[in-house]
C-alpha cells in the first residue's frame, strides 16, 4: 500500500501551471515542511531536537486549483496522498531522481485565527453563534421553542 499522511507548514506560495491539450488541467506544486522529532546525533543527554523534512507535494486538476487561490506561505496543511517516484535528465546529462506526494485531499490544520503566517486569512471553520445555556433545561437538553415545526429542524 503507497499512503502518505503529512502535516506542515507551506514553505512559499504554491506554484500553478496549467497542462497543454484538449482539456486544460492545473498541476499545482508546493513544498511543505514537515517536522521530523528525533534524538540529537552527538547528545548524550538524550535531549529532544526538532529538525524539518521539506516535502513536494503535487496537487492536479480541482486539488490544484484549490491549493493556488487559499494555500499560502507559513500556512499549516494537512495532505494525504501516494509518494511516486521518477527521474530525468538535467541539462549539464545529470540524471536527477526525484520524489513527490501526490494529493489525494488537502485541508487547512490551523483555525481561522490560528494560522502561524499571522496574516488572519479567509478559511477555516466558523461555528455558528449558539443559544446561551440558559436556555438548556436540566438535562442538558434545550427546550424547542412554539412554533418550531419538525421540518426545520436538521434531523428526523
Given at each position: 500500500?503507497?499512503?502518505?499522511?503529512?502535516?506542515?507548514?507551506l514553505?512559499?506560495?504554491?506554484?500553478?501551471?496549467?497542462?497543454?491539450?484538449?482539456?486544460?488541467?492545473?498541476?499545482?506544486r508546493?513544498?511543505?515542511?514537515?517536522?521530523?522529532r528525533?534524538?540529537?546525533r552527538?547528545?548524550?543527554?538524550?535531549?529532544?531536537?526538532?529538525?524539518?523534512?521539506f516535502?513536494n507535494?503535487?496537487?492536479?486538476?480541482?486539488?490544484g486549483?484549490?491549493a493556488?487561490?487559499?494555500?499560502?506561505?507559513?500556512?499549516?496543511?494537512?495532505?494525504?496522498?501516494?509518494i511516486?517516484?521518477?527521474?530525468?535528465t538535467n541539462?549539464?546529462?545529470?540524471?536527477?531522481?526525484?520524489?513527490?506526494?501526490?494529493?489525494?485531499?488537502q485541508?487547512?490544520?490551523?483555525?481561522?485565527?490560528?494560522s502561524?503566517?499571522?496574516?488572519?486569512?479567509?478559511?477555516?471553520?466558523?461555528?455558528?453563534?449558539?443559544?446561551?445555556p440558559?436556555?438548556?433545561?436540566?438535562?442538558?437538553?434545550?427546550?424547542?421553542?412554539?412554533?418550531?415545526?419538525?421540518?426545520?429542524?436538521p434531523?428526523?
Open positions: 500500500m503507497n499512503r502518505v499522511i503529512l502535516m506542515g507548514r514553505t512559499r506560495d504554491p506554484e500553478v501551471r496549467y497542462s497543454q491539450g484538449e482539456r486544460s488541467m492545473a498541476i499545482t508546493y513544498t511543505l515542511a514537515v517536522d521530523r528525533g534524538r540529537a552527538g547528545n548524550q543527554d538524550g535531549d529532544q531536537s526538532q529538525t524539518a523534512d516535502i507535494i503535487v496537487a492536479f486538476d480541482k486539488a486549483e484549490f493556488e487561490k487559499y494555500f499560502h506561505q507559513g500556512m499549516r496543511v494537512l495532505v494525504s496522498g501516494r511516486q517516484t521518477g527521474s530525468y541539462k549539464e546529462g545529470q540524471r536527477v531522481y526525484t520524489t513527490d506526494v501526490i494529493v489525494d485531499d485541508e487547512f490544520a490551523d483555525s481561522k485565527n490560528g502561524g503566517g499571522g496574516n488572519s486569512g479567509s478559511y477555516g471553520y466558523q461555528p455558528t453563534s449558539r443559544p446561551s440558559s436556555s438548556a433545561i436540566g438535562d442538558g437538553f434545550m427546550n424547542i421553542p412554539d412554533g418550531v415545526e419538525d421540518e426545520g429542524l434531523f428526523n
